[in-house]
DNA sequence: AATGCCGGGAA
DNA sequence: TTCCCGGCATT
């Protein structure tokens, strides 16, 4: 209740516009030293309104009506009042409260509040009576309470700012929440949110601390973001007004945070983080001259297992090796059409106009692609920019494409290498340099213009390894009886523990998971 | 020390 | 079969 109360009575010291006394309409500005209300009796009702004893610069009283001083309370800085109004609102606690406070019946002055959203004075005659003496003493007594509220208020502006923040964000290149700090270092990005401090509650870091869950308590720990850290930032917020412990909001918010953690932890590894767009979920097969999309898993699984396996039979037959070859990606916007054209052949790094934003993402993924050079290039190259699932979808492919040749998989060819394209490629084009198989390995690559997430169901992926290496097998005939026998030398590509780490333990091919010769990231 | 995975074993 | 894990080979 006191609080509540207090926060009203904000008003008083607040600064507010008026009317130019002269009339110019050029607006003057001042303190609120009082509030009067008018027509208490109509109380409860609704219409009454209040006078505003305002203090002007040059030092004179005038009184003001709600409405003509309104205008300034918006534009400038009434936000204490603002927010304590909505706190209030929030607590919905009745007139009736007040006005025991108070001896009147200040509730008018809630309603007002109510209305407009601004502050209210709170009271009645005798707080007129000496303005600023009663000023002073709201404001002391009361300060802390106003203080809360400010924060509060700022902190959900903030919010609103770290959500605008992070909506553009996501459409630059790095991927999912870390994305504040795109313009550092990827490594460098943790650091600096961990320095900085979690979230400040009065500074707009928020922003930052806010979603980054990058909470600076586990900076030791990289690869575990704190999930808990930014929903506890959530909490003050949250829990207050709703007055419970807010299990519900931690709740909602948790599921979330962690399936960032999952995907952001697959990342920590290579560190490409990619970028995650609002757009739209494509996927995109992956078969050499394929490069059909489809908008739903099952109907792109579908396709490979007719068209490229040749299955008739449907998903229960699925071994999950569709998997393998259809990519999800996320389009920016709409050129689907086109990116599936360009995307289909790869070309190399030019063809990616599809995605504006993707550079950051190649970057990371060109400085990676030199380490692996080489022809098998495959299972490295991609991880950076696939991250967590992606590598599944892309090793494959690439795998065959070592192997063979003469299948179709290979068939990348530059189909279209066109001259530059524009922008885009710069990214590509310029750090690409790694060796002459670069070619294939970007091939690949490009097509994940967009790639985000994966999330085929990793569930499946086991069934693939087997087949591929069937397929391996009938594609390189008799050699390779070598390493059947005796343990298999160990692989030299990443394995799901690799890749996945071993927090994502589910994550990985179930081989992996039963210590059995990996499936997904065969060598 | 961390990985990868074979050989076994329990459910 | 599915799921695990001891333990050895590799890195």
New binding site residues.
Partial sequence: MHTRRLVKRSILGSRVYAPSPTGDGAPVTGVVQAVKQENRDASAAGARRSVYTVLMQDGSLKEFSEEEIAAGFNHTAAKVPLKSSLKNSSNGAPESQKVEGVSLSPETVEEQRGVDGKRVGRDPDARSVSLLEQKRKVVSSSIDVPHARRSEEEVDMDKVTAAMVLTSLSTSPLVRSPPVKVSEGLSGSWKDNGSTGPFTPSSNSSSGGYWSWSAPSDQSNPSTPSPPLSADSFKPFRVPSLGGVGSGPAGLEDPSLEEQDGSSLLFDEPIPRKRKNSMKVMFKCLWKNCGKVLSTAAGIQRHIRTIHLGRNCDSDCSDGEEDFYYTEIKLNTDSVAEGLSSLSPVSPSVLSPPPPPPPPSPLPSLTQLSDSHRPPPSTDSKEPHAGGTTPLSRSAPSALYLIHTDHAYQATAPVSIPSSSSNSTSLASTSFTPTNSSSFSISWQSPPVTFTGNTVSPSKSQGFGEQRSQTIAVLSSPPRATTAL?????????????VY??ENRDMWC?????????QR???
């Fill in positions: 005796s343990r298999k030398v160990r692989g030299e590509g990443k394995k799901c523990r690799k780490g071993m179930t081989a992996c998971r039963w210590k059995k010769a990996c990231f065969t060598d």
